[in-house]
């Protein structure tokens, strides 16, 4: 399958400070890019759809300004955490969708801590 | 009621055994179906994936739709340690946005 990479994979900051999270697609191009957030022993959170090019899409519930979404390529997105709070501690991870809808492939996490 | 339903077990089998895990779901505007597996700490990674009812092998795992049930497998044969993980089934909602909804996850244990 594809290969996505994300970076950080770890990041630990203090309260109050803006932490990006890097997601590349490394061997295709990608229109669209997903990103989650995922509890321990939770399934998948989406917050928001990003395509190339365009603003990015929020589910509800999702504070756009606080998670700045970036996709200035067909092969970068960027999510930011800006002013990160304890309770945004948590595990992100971006997809990236092939050429069939029904591929959608993962990148490792970012498991984010803020002190 | 959520979209998607799957049995977060945990299931634990004996080494060599066939696993089967399910995923019901009550939508007919799904049409892709995906299982993914997760290691603890890492990203999702896709095992398959197919779009009309019917089997559709690769090595070890079969994936089964049936849409006229609204019910997904995947079996996995001759079952490894190394295959301990939770199993997430996805489904694509046929809009605009085609985001993936996923099932809870099945916590898969091996046992040696």
């Known amino acids: 399958g594809a290969v996505v990479s994300q970076h950080p994979s770890r990041v630990i900051c203090k309260s109050g400070t803006s932490v990006k999270i890097e997601c590349r697609s490394l061997d295709f191009q990608a229109t669209t890019m997903f990103w989650y957030r995922q509890f321990p022993k939770q399934s998948l959170m989406l917050m928001a759809t990003s395509n190339e090019g365009s603003k990015a899409t929020y589910e509800q519930g999702v504070e756009k300004d606080k998670f700045l979404i970036n996709h200035a390529s067909l092969t970068l997105s960027t999510l930011t955490v800006t002013s990160a709070h304890p309770e945004d501690s948590s595990f992100y991870i971006c997809?990236?969708?092939?050429?069939?809808?029904?591929?959608?492939?993962f990148g490792p996490g970012t498991r984010l801590t803020v002190l | 009621q959520k979209e998607v339903e799957q049995d977060p077990g945990p299931l634990s089998v004996p080494e060599g055994a066939i696993v089967s895990l399910n995923c019901t779901y009550s939508?007919?505007?799904?049409?892709?179906f995906m299982w993914y597996r997760q290691y603890s700490r890492k990203g999702p990674e896709l095992l398959m994936y197919?779009?009309?009812?019917g089997n559709k092998e690769d090595g070890r795992f079969t994936a089964q739709v049936d849409k006229s049930s609204k019910y997904i497998s995947l079996f996995i044969r001759d079952s490894q340690p190394s295959d301990s993980a939770t199993y997430l089934c996805?489904?694509?909602?046929?809009?605009?946005?085609?985001?993936?909804?996923f099932g809870s996850g099945t916590r898969l244990l091996v046992r040696p």
């Open positions: 939508n007919s505007a799904f049409q892709y």
């Open positions: 197919t779009y009309s009812s």
């Open positions: 996805a489904m694509i909602w046929m809009d605009s946005s085609y985001k993936l909804i």
């Open positions: 997809s990236a969708r092939g050429l069939s809808l029904g591929e959608q492939f």
